[in-house]
């Protein structure tokens, strides 16, 4: 069998292209995990126009079904091999091949880290990446967020619900968030104090988390004891996919699109965190409207281009 198109990821861009070639009338399978990208992590969310106040897991779950309504399949599974064949897309999930006319990559990135020693052993053992996950661990506890971006500003509005003290490690000199957020985290108060110009140089513990070390001193010490560290250092967009395909990519290895989210292989088209499309500029709205866009050029490209596919696939006997 033959899909027209195949999607490879499932947040908002994912899911947004799927209801799109669903309402095309595209045979659509999309493939991801795990389920809902950043979105489904990120608690509540309050810009995404139409949704106020809505969790990021319960709105994914809506565009999820929303895409099901429309006749798109969905699996859940891990893509080991992407391959391009006249105009004809083989993809692996779990050791089970895929094919399709046209191929959609909206895998998104993954959390940049920090790249100090000890901070890989100790994931998840007081350094977390997901405040929306691990927050609700540090109740009554302190803790510091690493970064000056808006996901470190509201990732400090988050867990300081659960936290009796939140330090804001900012590398710079200021912080770059949207006003409302940064208003919201004014209104905490002491609870919330912001050392700039302040990195993280080592992280120390054993079986967990114990304390790090600043990159200048705070009161007194450069040493400062924690229960949990966050980082929301921003993001680094996942190759894997674009390697195999040979598509072209920035100089940070985003995947590099035009305004149909075409990308230099034809057949192949890129939304969302995987692409730099609007820069560092990444929000559900423009995530939702390139997965659009995607689905449409892809419908476009299968009328066109999709009898390709059957004159070099043979299916396995």
Same mark, same amino acid.
């Given at each position: ?124 053992? &007081? ?5 929306? /996950? ?34 804001? $490690? ?34 120390? &513990? ?17 040493? $400062? ?53 609007? &820069? ?28 390709? /596919? ?8």
């Amino acid at each position: 069998m033959i899909y027209d198109l195949i999607i490879i990821g499932t947040g908002v861009a994912g899911l947004s292209a799927g209801l799109y070639a669903g309402r095309y009338k595209m045979k659509t399978l999309l493939i991801g995990s795990p389920f809902g990208g950043e979105t489904a992590k990120a608690g509540s969310i309050w810009n995404y126009p139409g949704a106020r106040g809505v969790d990021g897991y319960d709105l994914m779950r809506i565009m999820e079904a929303q895409a099901k309504n429309v006749g798109v399949e969905i699996i859940e599974g891990k893509v080991t091999k992407t391959l391009a064949e006249g105009h004809c897309f083989k993809i692996t999930v779990d050791g089970k091949e895929y094919v399709s006319k046209t191929l959609i990559l909206t895998n998104g990135a993954e959390r940049r880290r920090l790249g100090l020693p000890n901070e890989t052993a100790l994931a998840n053992k &007081g350094v977390h990446y997901c405040v929306t /996950c691990d927050g609700p661990v540090y109740v009554g506890k302190v803790v510091a967020m690493v970064g000056g971006g808006d996901a470190a500003v509201k990732g400090v509005n988050l867990v300081s619900q659960y936290a009796k003290k939140v330090y804001l $490690l900012v590398r710079g000199k200021e912080l770059k968030a949207e006003p409302i957020n940064q208003s919201e985290m004014e209104k905490l108060g002491d609870k919330v104090e912001i050392l700039f110009e302040t990195a993280v140089t080592e992280i120390i &513990g054993t079986d967990k988390l114990e304390k790090v070390v600043l990159s200048r001193t705070h009161d007194g010490s450069n040493e $400062l004891v924690l229960d949990g560290l966050f980082v929301e250092i921003g993001v680094i967009p996942d190759r894997e996919f674009s390697d195999s395909l040979k598509l072209g990519t920035d100089e940070r290895g985003y995947i590099i699109v035009d305004k149909s989210m075409k990308t230099n292989v034809d057949g192949v088209f890129a939304a969302g965190d995987a692409t730099d499309f609007f &820069g560092s500029f990444k929000q559900i709205v423009t995530a939702a409207a390139m997965g659009a866009v995607a689905a449409t050029s892809a419908y476009q490209d299968a009328k066109t281009h999709g009898e390709l /596919c059957q004159l070099h696939w043979l299916p396995a006997k």
